[in-house]
């Protein structure tokens, strides 16, 4: 039995959930509250884990014997007390935790088809990597609305691949979601050290226990993270691998400065108040986005290395938009920009970007010198259920990416790939510092070939705004002096 088929062996299990009541939102919650315990007692079974996470009172072996309302409230009692457990990660995962079941043959029946499992198949492969396969395909349901928190493996684990993350750093993600990011550096470690064993027992500690650090607004998604993180080994400090709080106001700005930051922030902009409230930001703004990259600039640590996916407005945005791309680029170099192609997460129409940048300095100035672009969206297929987006899709930008990013300037003597394009930084000014570049003709768009670039219709608007303040100044001012007179 292969992982997909056991990941859809428990997608078959909603069926269950909804015959209780239970929308399609708080399917993979409710799953998961009671599949971590049947995971944890096979990692135990399997040796993987050394000793049982889980209280007696909250193991497999006690639930499984049981049936009917006995059944029931053991287990709405058993959520209820590892809520209140003096562990605090088991806390943490199951704060505020209940289950919304309502009858006990339906519990009854979740339970008999998670034994019925072969976990055997399972554990070989490792039990972090299926419970993660069940968040991803909670994330291709359009339904669940997931899609928010969960990056597609294929970006993430191209990017990882790209930052090269080593043992001995510190790595933040400040918009963790379902943790994708953390478990898939930790995972390329994992590999390049022999699953640890290389390292010395004062550096595994700290692997599994300090060098990983994520902030999470949503409670229920923060549960789902701190599921992954301790199925895949990475226990973090006592609040857990990902710790519940806002980026983007005061507990954003506790966290620490790091080695290596890789995030996809939420898209949007805030509204009803709900804005940054952060006060150690240097540019204001509502722009949630905005916000976070300037948050990723400056908990960098100097000579630290950043990938973070940004939507198309970040890139041309006026204004404070532009305040923000010309701080990054002094402080940072910016050395790479994927344009991503369209429909491989969010809305169908959401155009997005990764940024790839090292910090020089807090107080840095003109540390972009240039700017390699790599266009992956013009010409790209149509991603989707019918054409999903594999590691293979990025094979090309990863060869042109090379291994050093810093010695790529070379490249511009031996010529550039039609996807692949240098800017200067004084190319870049004249674009009134929009990094919205595109030089390939889209096959695929409609009529988009025929339209400005979004860079020029900000300008043209801008220009339009002030000469209709212009007239309306020159009427007050001829107003006035008409009243004087």
């Known amino acids: 039995m292969t992982q997909n088929d056991i990941v859809q062996k428990l997608w078959n299990l909603c069926d269950v959930l909804r015959d209780d009541g239970i929308n399609y939102s708080d399917y993979v919650t409710e799953l998961v509250l009671l599949l971590f315990i049947k995971m944890e007692h096979e990692n135990k079974a399997s040796g993987i884990l050394a000793e049982h996470k889980l209280p007696d009172y909250a193991r497999w072996t006690t639930l499984a014997p049981m049936s009917g309302l006995n059944l029931l409230n053991h287990y709405r009692g058993t959520l209820l007390k590892l809520s209140q457990s003096t562990d605090p990660l088991i806390a943490a995962i199951y704060a505020d935790a209940q289950t919304r079941l309502k009858e006990a043959r339906h519990l009854e029946q979740l339970i008999k088809s998670l034994d019925g499992i072969d976990w055997f198949s399972a554990t070989k492969d490792g039990l972090g990597d299926l419970y993660e396969g069940l968040l991803e395909k909670n994330a291709s349901e359009t339904k669940s609305g997931a899609g928010q928190y969960f990056t597609p493996r294929p970006l993430i684990d191209s990017i990882v691949a790209l930052i090269q993350p ?281 009529d988009a070939a025929d339209l400005p670039e979004p860079a020029v219709l900000a300008r043209e608007a801008v220009d339009e705004l002030n000469g209709a303040v212009a007239e309306l100044e020159a009427i007050i001012t001829s107003l006035t002096e008409a009243n004087a007179t």
């Open 166 to 446: 080593q043992a001995g750093e510190t790595l933040q993600d400040p918009a963790a979601g379902t943790a994708g990011f953390l478990i898939a550096a930790d995972a390329y470690i994992k590999a390049h050290t022999n699953n640890l064993y290389d390292l010395k027992k004062s550096q595994i500690e700290f692997q599994r226990g300090k060098a990983f650090l994520g902030m999470e607004l949503v409670s229920g998604t923060r549960r789902l993270a701190l599921m992954n993180c301790l199925l895949h080994g990475m226990e973090g400090d006592a609040e857990g691998v990902v710790h519940l709080g806002n980026t983007l106001g005061s507990p954003g700005s506790g966290l620490p400065r790091s080695d290596i930051i890789l995030s996809n922030p939420p898209f949007g902009t805030a509204k009803g108040g709900g804005g940054p409230t952060r006060d150690d930001l240097t540019y204001a703004t509502g722009n949630k986005q905005l916000a976070f990259l300037q948050h990723i600039v400056r908990h960098l640590k100097d000579g630290g290395r950043a990938a973070v996916v940004m939507p198309d407005n970040v890139l041309f945005e006026a204004g404070v938009g532009a305040d923000i791309r010309r701080d990054l680029m002094n402080k940072c170099r910016l050395h790479t920009l994927l344009r991503l192609p369209t429909g491989i997460f969010y809305a169908q129409g959401v155009k997005t970007n990764v940024l790839f940048f090292e910090k020089i300095g807090q107080g840095a100035t003109g540390s972009t010198k240039e700017v390699w672009v790599y266009d992956m969206r013009a010409n790209a297929p149509k991603f989707g259920k019918r054409t999903p987006l594999t590691r293979t899709h990025f094979r090309e930008f990863e060869a042109a990416f090379g291994e050093d990013a810093k010695g790529r300037s070379q490249r511009r003597d031996q010529g550039e790939t039609g996807r692949f394009r240098c800017f200067s930084r004084e190319a870049i000014t004249a674009r009134g510092d929009s990094l919205d570049i595109a030089w390939l003709r889209d096959e695929n768009a409609e």
